[in-house]
Structures are given as C-alpha cells and as structure tokens.
C-alpha cells in the first residue's frame, strides 16, 4: 500500500487512514511492532513531526499503544480492529450506494447487479 | 527550550531603493522544517543574507541560539546559496577535504554516503560536472554539517526529479529534533510534505506563519493552491 497522498487534505489525517488501513487489513498484525517515526517519515516522504502526530491520534482511539521498552505496537485488542474494518467496510458501500442512487438506480436493482457481479467474479 | 531564531524589527534598505525588508518580525522553534515562501522579489534572499551575516541590517536584530549574527553564529549555520560557488579545478573529494578542515561538524563519512547515493564520482573535478550535478555536491556538503540551522536557498531547482526525492528524504533523515531546516523554494508541490510550518513574506512584510496541516485543515487546499490565491497576480 503506497503513501499516496492528497494535496488538498491535512497530511497526518492521511497518514492515520494508511496506517488504520495497514492494520486492518493485517500488514501490521495484532500485537505487532510498528517501524519507527523516522522509518515511516522517509518512506513516506512526510515529516517527521507529522508522522508523529499520525501516531498521536492512532495511539488517541487505542489502535496503537507506545511501550517504553519496545517502541510501538499494534493494539491486542482485535474486536477493536474488526469494528474498524467494519466501519470502514460500511463507509465505503454508503458512497456505493449514493452513487448508484445517482445514476438512477433502485435498491433492488442494486441488489441484483451486486449478485450478478459476484457471480462473474468467482 | 528557548526558540531557535529571533528576527525583530528587521528591515534592509538598498542604496536609494525600496525597503526589501521592512519591520519584519519572527521567531522560529527547533526541530521544524521551514518553508520560505513567496513571489519574486519578496525577500526571501535578503531575509536568508541577513542570517548568515553576508548583509547588515538597517534596523533591527537577528539572533541564533540567543547569540547576535556574528563569526559564532556561521559555525552553527550551514547555508546553501541560491548560486553556485563550485567553480574552482578542486576535484570533489579535495572539496570534502577542505571542509572536513573548515567545519568542525562537519561528517566525512555522510558526504561519501550520499555521493556514493546520488552516483558522483569523488575524483572527479568539480568543473567537469553539470549544473545539476554540481549543485547536488554543494547541497551534500552543506547536509553533511551536523548544525543548529540548515539554510537551503532553492536546494532543488535545478536537479532532476529522482534526486529532488532523494534530496527530500535525506533532509527527512537528517532531522533532528534540537536543528531547523529552512528552506526557500518555488516549488512548492515537491515540497509541501516535507514542511511543518510555512512563512509567506511579500515588499519584506510577513503575510503568514503557519502550519501545513493548519492551512490544509482551514482552507481544505494545499500550500501550492494557498499560495497561488495570496499571491495571485
């Protein structure tokens, strides 16, 4: 997963969905390390303070905890990071579902498409 | 900890011209990395001249680590000139030589590092390299320094694209949380996730002071749009 970031948003804010990302989607396991501030600034191409203060508001909702003796990790606590998972799962089908509202579509025929697709898909 | 930059009342007056700084006043923390930004003409080169000693104020001071510019403050300041000064028959390691003697801090080791990097070869004379390259070897030299205040005047405007990356993250690696990088540039795009704070100085005047994230956040678009807006023309 690339650091691909917008320009017109707060860099930490994107710095704290790519990591939450990382994580859910288990780059960075339960219980992992995490690379250092610096390690993940110079990969990213961002700051260093930023990086921190991704960190900060990562460490805020629980996701991460800092160790005196071991640097970073990720959270134990997997329900906390399935119900991000699914929070973000959630958010994505809402702009789905506003779009194909846009393009004039009715729920059940959404429903049937979303099928039909998993039926070409498999 | 005591900031690392004070600027009171600074102004510069050319012979017989309009004020090039006028009044201007700030102070910068530690362990930041700076951008200088705005227009032609605005400042930039007089406010950085005036940091490293080169000009003397009209009115109003300067101080770095609490101290008045002066022969101290240059051994704690490594500054990189909008032009380059490497145009002698010294080859690129007789040049790393020669600072290894002139600066105390400075660190042979990373010069090498990052001349090995960049794919420069050390023998080779300095009047044989191309512009880029040769600004390349002057921005090693000066990153080489372990200093209080980096001071990059245009550091990347005539490298390539894939060294302008390397260059930002070697000023990423290089931070330190006691040093401050500030860093004038009209590229803003390659820049702006590098910075934490950025300084906007139009007719020697300061417009703005601010952080990235707080712009980004106020006015939901980059530096580069913000700045297009402030200074439209």
Same mark, same amino acid.
């Not at chain 1, 929070?87 to 702009?95: G, P, V």
């Given at each position: 997963? $690339?650091?691909?970031?917008? =320009? ?16 859910? =989607? ?17 990969? $990213?191409?961002? *700051?260093? *303070? ?10 805020? =909702? ?7 003796? @071991? ?5 134990? *606590?997997?329900?906390?990071?399935? @119900?991000?998972?699914? @929070? ?9 579902? @506003? ?15 979303? *099928? ?7 | 900890?005591?900031?690392? #930059? ?135 030299? #000066? ?54 704070? #950025? ?35």
């Amino acid at each position: 997963m $690339a650091w691909t970031l917008d =320009s017109d948003r707060p860099i930490y804010l994107q710095l704290v969905e790519i990591i939450q990302m990382r994580i859910v =989607s288990g780059i960075y396991k339960a219980g992992d390390r995490l690379p250092s501030v610096r390690e993940l600034a110079t990969e $990213a191409g961002v *700051n260093p *303070n930023t990086m921190q203060k991704a960190f900060a508001e990562l460490e805020r =909702s629980g996701l991460i905890f800092t160790q005196r003796t @071991s640097g970073r990790t990720v959270t134990e *606590n997997t329900e906390l990071i399935f @119900s991000i998972r699914e @929070s973000l799962a959630r958010e994505q089908l809402m702009q789905f579902f @506003s779009k194909m509202k846009e393009l004039g579509y009715e729920q059940t025929e959404i429903t049937a498409l979303i *099928n039909q697709a998993a039926e070409e898909g498999k | 900890m005591n900031p690392l #930059v004070e600027i009171k009342g600074l102004s510069k007056c050319y012979e017989g011209k309009k004020m090039a700084l006028d009044n201007l006043n700030l102070t910068l923390p530690r362990g930041r990395i700076i951008g200088l930004l705005g227009p032609n003409g605005s400042g930039k080169t007089t406010l950085i001249k005036l940091m490293t000693g080169l000009l003397t104020p009209t009115s109003g001071s300067i101080t770095v680590n609490g101290t008045p510019i002066g022969i101290f403050t240059k051994s704690r300041i490594a500054y990189l000139p909008e032009r380059t000064y490497l145009q002698s028959n010294m080859k690129v390691n007789d040049m790393i030589e020669f600072f290894t003697e002139f600066y105390p801090d400075f660190r042979k080791e990373k010069a090498y590092e990052m001349l090995n990097a960049l794919g420069i070869e050390p023998k080779a004379s300095l009047k044989t390299l191309s512009k880029g390259t040769k600004e390349k070897v002057q921005l090693i030299l #000066v990153m080489s320094r372990d200093a209080d205040l980096y001071i990059l005047d245009e550091p990347i405007a005539g490298v390539d694209p894939a060294a302008r990356d390397y260059i930002l993250r070697t000023i990423i690696s290089n931070y330190n949380e006691n040093a401050t990088v500030l860093l004038s540039t009209h590229l803003i795009t390659d820049i702006e996730s590098i910075l934490d704070e #950025v300084v906007f100085i139009r007719y020697g005047q300061l417009v703005l002071y601010n952080s990235v994230d707080n712009i980004r956040e106020h006015f939901g678009k980059s530096i580069d749009a913000y700045f297009r807006e402030v200074f439209a023309c």
